[in-house]
């Protein structure tokens, strides 16, 4: 199973997100998060509910590579 690491997520109700300068919001075509995170190099995004939660996540492949 490869390694990942979440770049970015989202809290609706508790109005919460990190990193923290990102403007998480639902207006447009992408949430802030997702922007933020895909312009990063993210690969798989999880949505619960209704973007009550956004997690986005990317893989560790290309560093592991890197330390043989």
Known sequence: MPQV??????D???N????SHVECHNEGD???CVDY???RGAELLVTIGHCDFIF???SLV???AGEA
């Open 12 to 14: 609706k109700a508790q």
């Open 5 to 10: 690491t979440c770049l970015s997520w989202y």
């Open 30 to 32: 992408k949430p802030g």
């Open 37 to 39: 995170a895909v312009s």
């Open 16 to 19: 919460r997100q990190s990193p």
């Open 56 to 58: 986005c996540y990317r």
């Open 62 to 64: 290309e560093f592991a």
